[in-house]
């Protein structure tokens, strides 16, 4: 088992009035068996976390840690962060001009691998992704994000998951702009890889919905660059019922 740990990060930005403190100390311990929700109102920092993960050039750390079993991934570039296990669904959200489906996940493995895939096997786990995912077989010929719609953007991430095999992965906003049966689908993806391998989740969501189909074992509440709550899978309900107002300080 693997864990990933953040201590006390701090994020900013640079806007035009100077640098903005957007993570103001986030702790967060996630291990490779477990799945954790983060969830919270919008402006409250969730991306903003996933982008610092990612290494997104943006988003300046000022303190604080961040480490995978005890190796400190701030340190690493874009590509040793996906060696190193993390994977991050909106990574490369822009359109790769030129480069199919297949072709973009059988480098992003070789790269993430050090090896190329066997291609016999290589062939059938993506066949197979693809079919678990209901993904139509021309979807792999297509150039990665090109005309993609929402739903395919989404599958696309999941189809990556699947065959990357992260050992964390952060989903942020894999619900938004999917439709119930979209939802199923994609969620049933992220279900499949939890069962085959060990992976640690990261689902940041503003919603509940998702997370009737993806069980948190935790649920954390992000108001104001900070975790302002934490429980368990209930405490999603609890959001659902009553909402954020009470973190914001309105009408409490
Ligand atoms: P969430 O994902 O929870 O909705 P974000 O992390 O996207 O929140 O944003 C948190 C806050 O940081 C917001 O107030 C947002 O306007 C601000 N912010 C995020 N990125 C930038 C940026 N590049 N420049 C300026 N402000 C930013
Ligand atoms: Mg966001
Ligand atoms: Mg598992």
Known sequence: MSTLSIRDLHVSVETDAGAKEILRGVNLDINSTETHAIMGPNGSGKSTLAYALAGHPGYTVTSGTAAID????????????????????????????????????????????????????????????????????????????????????????????????????????????????????????????????????????????????IQPDYVHVMVNGRIAEEGGAELAERLENEGYDRFLGVGA
């Open 70 to 213: 005890g190796e400190d991934i701030l340190e690493m570039s874009v590509d040793e962060r996906a060696k190193a296990g993390l994977f991050l669904a909106m990574q490369y959200p822009v359109e790769v001009p030129g480069v199919t489906v297949t072709n973009f996940l059988r480098t992003a493995k070789t790269a993430i691998d050090g090896e190329a895939p066997k291609l016999r096997t290589w062939t059938k786990d993506l066949s197979e992704a693809m079919k678990n995912l209901r993904v139509d077989p021309a979807f792999a010929s297509r150039n990665v994000n090109e005309g993609f719609s929402g739903g395919e953007k989404k599958r696309h991430e999941i189809l990556q998951m699947e065959l990357l095999k992260p050992r964390f992965a952060i989903l942020d906003e894999t619900d938004s702009g999917l439709d119930v049966d979209a939802l199923r689908i994609v969620s049933e993806g992220v279900n499949r890889v939890k069962e085959k391998t060990d992976v640690g989740v990261l689902l940041i969501t503003h919603y509940t919905r998702i997370l009737r189909y």
